[in-house]
Structure formats: C-alpha cells, structure tokens
C-alpha cells in the first residue's frame, strides 16, 4: 500500500471538510488545540484556495499570535497569496 496516497486522500478530506462553510470553520480553528491546529496547518493554503475569504486568513493570523509556537507566519502568507 501507497502510504503518500493515504495521506493524500486525507488530506483532500480534511480539505473538503474545512472548505464547506467559512463560518464552522473559523470556529472549529479557534477551538483546536495547537496539535491538531499544526497538523491542519499543512492544508492552510488549499483551504485558502477554496473558501477565498480574508476573514479566514485573519482568524490565522489571530492563532498564530495565539500559538506562536507553532511558527505559521509564512503558511498563512502562503494561504493568503492563494485567494
């Protein structure tokens, strides 16, 4: 078995389901913790991709100023340069 083609489909679900409706989404990001916000962090720009809104880029800004441990700077201006 393909474990990156695991992954991949995960990844598009996590995707999709985080695309759905900007407003779930902002919410459920403010209430992660900062593991699973760094593990969703990889799809930050895909998510970006299909909600284009830049209410969810400053709800990331708002959560890496929450976890600056986490070091998302550059995946959110990464996320932010694909709306």
Not at 38 to 48: H, T
Not at 63 to 78: N, T
Request: negative net charge; glycine residues 2%.
């Amino acid at each position: 078995m393909n474990d990156d083609c695991g992954m991949e489909k995960y990844w598009n679900k996590v995707t999709e389901f985080l695309s759905l409706n900007e407003d779930t989404t902002i919410k459920y990001l403010e209430d992660c913790d900062a593991d699973n916000l760094y593990w969703i962090s990889e799809v930050f720009e895909d998510i970006s991709a299909n909600l284009k809104s830049q209410n969810f880029i400053d709800c990331l800004r708002e959560l890496d100023k929450k976890f600056p441990g986490l070091e998302m700077a550059h995946d959110i201006d990464i996320a932010e340069s694909y709306f």
